[in-house]
T-cell receptor, first 112, second 112 residues
Framework: DAKTTQPNSMESNEEEPVHLPCNHSTISGTDYIHWYRQLPSQGPEYVIHGLTSNVNNRMASLAIAEDRKSSTLILHRATLRDAAVYYCILRFSGGSNYKLTFGKGTLLTVNP | SAVISQKPSRDICQRGTSLTIQCQVDSQVTMMFWYRQQPGQSLTLIATANQGSEATYESGFVIDKFPISRPNLTFSTLTVSNLSPEDSSIYLC?????????FGPGTRLTVL
């Protein structure tokens, strides 16, 4: 599986935007970029995913570099509830291999 | 999105015994997954369970230690056998629904 690299931790203030980076220099053309987050004492939850174009949903935005070797998850206005571990994961889009391989993720702390 | 429940939510077991964890989904799904999350660590995939076929185990996990059943499209069980303190972890069930994975709340196992 292609590998992703994320900072171990980041800190933000409430109501401010947060940009969570992810490097994936060995990404292949058929890999989707997925973001999940895990709130304390809960299972991971889906945040967003994309292939080539930037994506927006009600939770976040995903900005994908033109060469696809990096991406950034953007939380437009952080709240205390956004404090979680954020995982950037590459998933092969072909065949029936839907499994997700989790790295260490980024622990986001949101200060009031 | 699929809603997943797990039983038990937590348990304390003696070494040498076994624990069976149940995973129930509110809709029919083809693919189910079992993950382990050791204290302070990320998630590790144990196996993929498809209805009507043998589970597919990841490297380092074997059927004798982690037998899995998948009797229908809404239910699966994971048994952790011959427990040792090293098996103390959170075990999470996950399902693939509309090309995204959804996770249960997890079962926290402590082995004494």
């Amino acid at each position: 599986d292609a590998k992703t690299t994320q900072p171990n931790s980041m800190e933000s203030n409430e109501e401010e935007p947060v940009h969570l980076p992810c490097n994936h220099s060995t990404i292949s053309g058929t890999d989707y970029i997925h973001w999940y987050r895990q709130l304390p004492s809960q299972g991971p939850e889906y945040v967003i995913h994309g292939l080539t174009s930037n994506v927006n949903n009600r939770m976040a935005s995903l900005a994908i570099a033109e060469d696809r070797k990096s991406s950034t998850l953007i939380l437009h206005r952080a709240t205390l509830r956004d404090a979680a571990v954020y995982y950037c994961i590459l998933r092969f889009s072909g065949g029936s291999n839907y499994k997700l391989t989790f790295g260490k993720g980024t622990l986001l702390t949101v200060n009031p | 999105s699929a809603v997943i429940s797990q039983k038990p939510s937590r348990d304390i077991c003696q070494r040498g015994t076994s624990l069976t964890i149940q995973c129930q989904v509110d809709s029919q799904v083809t693919m189910m997954f079992w993950y382990r999350q050791q204290p302070g660590q990320s998630l590790t995939l144990i196996a993929t369970a498809n209805q009507g076929s043998e589970a597919t185990y990841e490297s380092g996990f074997v059927i004798d230690k982690f037998p899995i059943s998948r009797p229908n499209l809404t239910f699966s069980t994971l048994t952790v056998s011959n427990l040792s303190p090293e098996d103390s972890s959170i075990y999470l069930c996950s399902v693939l629904d509309h090309h995204e994975q959804f996770f249960g709340p997890g079962t926290r196992l402590t082995v004494l």
